[in-house]
């Protein structure tokens, strides 16, 4: 969302869209979450697949923090439904926000993100893969 105002409807709608997650995560439906992701595909320009994809990672993801076993495997099957393309992109994502957030990559994602930016012509993940990985020079973690 770099770049976007905070008044921006895209944004106002990704941002939609992470609260409908947030609650509908241990519910096991995620009615609301998928309709703003289908909205945000048809009318923000992103990729159907990939927004999906996302949606219920994420939806599972918050299902499993929130003691949802059973929604989180839903959800995970749904997601394991999505075209691999997207199921790609959405690893590489989260793999580059996690990195982001705890200020560092291990050395094998740092590499398969560029790669995959490279391959996906995603010059935009590749700054930001080396901007994370370049944060830390002389610090070395393992996998």
Same mark, same amino acid.
């Given at each position: 969302?770099?770049?976007?105002?905070?008044? %921006?409807?895209? *944004?106002?709608?990704?941002?939609?869209?992470?609260?409908?997650?947030?609650?509908?995560?241990?519910?096991?439906?995620?009615?609301?979450?998928?309709?703003?992701?289908?909205?945000?595909?048809?009318?923000?320009?992103?990729?159907?697949?990939?927004?999906?994809?996302?949606?219920? *990672?994420? #939806?599972?993801?918050?299902?499993?923090?929130?003691?949802?076993? %059973?929604?989180?495997?839903?959800?995970?099957?749904?997601?394991?439904?999505? %075209?691999?393309?997207?199921?790609?992109?959405? *690893?590489?994502?989260?793999?580059?926000?996690?990195?982001? %957030?705890?200020?560092?990559?291990?050395?094998?994602?740092?590499?398969?993100? #560029?790669?995959?930016?490279?391959?996906?012509?995603?010059?935009?993940?590749?700054?930001?893969?080396?901007?994370?990985?370049?944060?830390?020079?002389?610090?070395?973690?393992?996998?």
């Amino acid at each position: 969302m770099a770049g976007l105002s905070s008044g %921006d409807y895209v *944004t106002q709608q990704i941002r939609a869209l992470a609260e409908a997650v947030r609650r509908e995560g241990a519910g096991g439906v995620g009615t609301h979450s998928f309709q703003l992701a289908e909205h945000l595909a048809a009318e923000g320009g992103v990729h159907r697949g990939d927004i999906l994809t996302a949606t219920a *990672t994420l #939806l599972a993801m918050t299902a499993w923090c929130d003691g949802a076993a %059973d929604a989180a495997g839903r959800f995970a099957e749904l997601a394991g439904e999505c %075209d691999e393309e997207s199921r790609e992109l959405v *690893t590489h994502l989260l793999r580059l926000e996690v990195g982001a %957030d705890q200020g560092w990559l291990p050395e094998a994602h740092a590499e398969a993100l #560029l790669e995959y930016a490279q391959r996906a012509r995603r010059s935009d993940l590749a700054t930001r893969v080396r901007s994370i990985a370049g944060s830390r020079r002389g610090r070395h973690r393992r996998d």
